[in-house]
């Protein structure tokens, strides 16, 4: 069984954002591979206990169902991060069943696809001369498609799920050793959005995301150790048809 996220941040359940947030660069910092000492697999470990803990839904879920709400099992998904490295000098209504329980009534988009962009974490090379100054780095990310507006729909236009008939959700039989039983389910048309697209996107197949190079201006402390961590909110990949944004982590590494 996955470890408890609140255990691997050594946060309590009633932590707010900024304390697991300040939590995890700390232990990001420590643990990153790239550091004496470091460990790969317990940044890992940080890193996928603050893709729970630092998404408020995600959070809520894990809190009511544990790893199986956190992870997809009742509607989410984990997401993962990117290493660059740089060196810059059908059915509709009803469902009166026991499993309206647990749906709460409804799905999000999370089980067919991630509820947000991956996670990007860079790696940048500063001289000493550097520190206190303002750079602008230059990396390739994934962006919101501007012909479909990210909606992954051609002209960003949508209609109605004809297997869901825009419910998100649909109704199946499931045959066990007890007998037949009804199980809501995400709808695998629309990935529980209700809408799919009229004709979809040909300049991003789809996905509401183009790959681009992107440019982004970071101040550089005027003191600061070997492999400071800087998180940037929302400012890694664009998520997969108008998901939100991941995260954009940054180790700066000094030289002399």
Not at 199 to 212: A, L, M, P, V, Y
Request: aromatic share 8%; glycine share 14%; hydrophobic share 30%.
């Amino acid at each position: 069984m996955p470890a408890d996220p609140y255990t691997i941040l050594g946060v309590s359940k009633n932590a707010s954002q900024d304390e697991i947030k300040k939590a995890y660069r700390k232990l990001a910092h420590q643990h990153h591979p790239d550091k004496k000492g470091g460990s790969e697999a317990r940044f890992k470990e940080v890193n996928a206990a603050y893709q729970i803990l630092g998404d408020a839904e995600k959070k809520a879920r894990y809190d009511q169902f544990g790893h199986a709400g956190a992870q997809g099992g009742f509607g989410g998904t984990q997401g993962g991060y990117q290493d660059f490295n740089f060196d810059f000098g059908g059915q509709g209504g009803g469902f009166e069943n026991i499993f309206d329980m647990f749906t709460g009534g409804g799905f999000g988009r999370s089980a067919q696809k991630p509820e947000k962009g991956e996670d990007l974490h860079l790696n940048i090379q500063v001289s000493t001369k550097d520190l206190g100054k303002q750079k602008v780095y230059e990396f390739e990310a994934f962006v919101i498609c501007e012909e479909c507006s990210g909606t992954g729909a051609k002209d960003a236009k949508l209609k109605m799920c004809a297997d869901c008939k825009g419910q998100g959700r649909v109704q199946q039989a499931v045959r066990t050793p007890l007998g037949t039983f009804a199980q809501v389910v995400v709808c695998r048309s629309c990935g529980g959005d209700g809408e799919v697209a009229e004709h979809t996107c040909t300049h991003c197949r789809g996905t509401g995301r183009n790959k681009s190079k992107r440019k982004l201006e970071v101040h550089i402390p005027a003191e600061i150790s070997d492999r400071y961590l800087v998180v940037f909110p929302q400012q890694g990949n664009a998520g997969l048809q108008s998901t939100p944004p991941g995260d954009l982590m940054i180790t700066i590494r000094t030289t002399k």
